[in-house]
Structures are given as C-alpha cells and as structure tokens.
T-cell receptor
Framework: GESVGLHLPTLSVQEGDNSIINCAYS??????FIWYKQESGKGPQFIID?????DKRQGQRVTVLLNKTVKHLSLQIAATQPGDSAVYFC????????????FGKGTMLLVSP | DTEVTQTPKHLVMGMTNKKSLKCEQH?????MYWYKQKAKKPPELMFV???????INESVPSRFSPECPNSSLLNLHLHALQPEDSALYLC??????????????FGPGTRLTVL
C-alpha cells in the first residue's frame, strides 16, 4: 500500500506486482519530463522521459503516462523486482531562457521478495 | 557512454578547510550543473554552466565557488563551510542548456560532511 511519511511518500509492493508511482507537476508550460531512480548513496539514474506532445511512452518494463489536463505524470513498472527498490523522482523541464529541471518530492518504492 | 564522474566519493572537512569537488564528462555536453541534495529530499539546483560560462547561480553563498576550466570539467571550490552544508553534491550534464528536450545525466555524487 501507499503511505505518506514525514518526509517521503512510500509505496510498498510484492515482487512480481505492477507498481504505479504518481507525480503532480505545477507548470503548464513545462515541455519535457524525466523519471529518475535513485538508490541509496548513488546519483539519480535516468529511467525514461516524455515530451509534452506525447501521452504515453514505453521502455523496458516501464511506461510513463502524461496527462496535461490535470498536470499529472505517472511511472508504471511491470513485474516489479527487489532491484527496483529505490527513490523515484519526477522532474519537469521549465523553459525560461535556460532550461532547468524542477524535481518532485520523490517516492520511495520498497519491493518485498 | 552516458557517464558523469565525480571525485572524491566522500569528503570530510573542517569549517576552516579549503577543498574542491571535481566533475568530468566526455559526452561533448556543453551544459553542466551542480546540485545539492539533503537526505530524503530532491536535488536542489546550485549552478548552471553553459559553454563554460556561469549562466545561473541560485543565490548560493559565496563559500561555494564554481569553476569550469574547460568543456569537460567542472569544479566546486569549498571554503569556510558550515555543518549544515553537509549533503550529497551532485554534478550533471546536458547536451545544451537551451534545448528543452535533452536528457540530463547525473554523476554518483560526493558525500560531504562538514565538522
């Protein structure tokens, strides 16, 4: 199930389940979105991206859905594995002169064997 | 190759020390970034370099001094830091800072502890 801790929302799933991690973004002018995976003590690792002219993009075991109407982004992980346990951040690209990324608060995914 | 390297991996320093963090990428990217990340928080942007020129400084205290000696290297010079500056410092690069759809790649970070 999903719970909101003091600092980081956590999603706990069983191995083999499908996981859905959600993200709300704030700027309707954002034109590019990235999902990153960050394991403990490591830097954020690129997972998948999507441009604002798309609704869905699929990778290997991952799918990103973009709903611009409600400014919502989701990351679906199929057949979740213990190695998927990490913190997942969404990031939106805000175009204002120089393009910079603004990160969401992050969701911790815990996968039990 | 999408690798951004950072050294050192860990750094412990006193408040009177001077130290430097280093970042390197060989992807031909012309935009490089420094972020600060506290535990269980998202990365916070500190500096952006575009074509070796400082483009964005997010009101970072002067005890942090960035430097971009060439298009592959980015340094962060540290002096007179405070214990609250302890964090994971991340370097990132992107093909171009003005292109909105380029992927940004991160290094592994330097874990800094200020005593």
């Amino acid at each position: 199930g999903e719970s909101v801790g003091l600092h980081l929302p956590t999603l706990s799933v069983q191995e083999g389940d499908n996981s859905i991690i959600n993200c709300a973004y704030s700027n309707s002018a954002s034109d590019y979105f990235i999902w990153y995976k960050q394991e403990s003590g490591k830097g954020p690792q690129f997972i998948i991206d999507i441009r604002s002219n798309m609704d869905k993009r699929q990778g290997q075991r991952v799918t990103v859905l973009l709903n611009k109407t409600v400014k919502h982004l989701s990351l679906q992980i199929a057949a979740t594995q213990p190695g998927d346990s990490a913190v997942y951040f969404c990031a939106e690209n805000r175009r204002s002169g120089y393009s910079t990324l603004t990160f969401g608060k992050g969701t911790m995914l815990l996968v039990s064997p | 190759d999408t690798e951004v390297t950072q050294t050192p991996k860990h750094l412990v320093m006193g408040m009177t020390n001077k130290k430097s963090l280093k970042c390197e990428q060989h992807m031909g990217h012309r935009a490089m970034y420094w972020y600060k990340q506290k535990a269980k928080k998202p990365p916070e942007l500190m500096f952006v370099y575009s074509y070796e020129k400082l483009s964005i400084n997010e009101s970072v205290p002067s005890r942090f001094s960035p430097e971009c000696p060439n298009s592959s290297l980015l340094n962060l010079h540290l002096h007179a830091l405070q214990p609250e500056d302890s964090a994971l410092y991340l370097c990132a690069s992107r093909r171009d800072s003005t292109s909105s759809t380029d992927t940004q790649y991160f290094g592994p970070g330097t874990r800094l502890t200020v005593l």
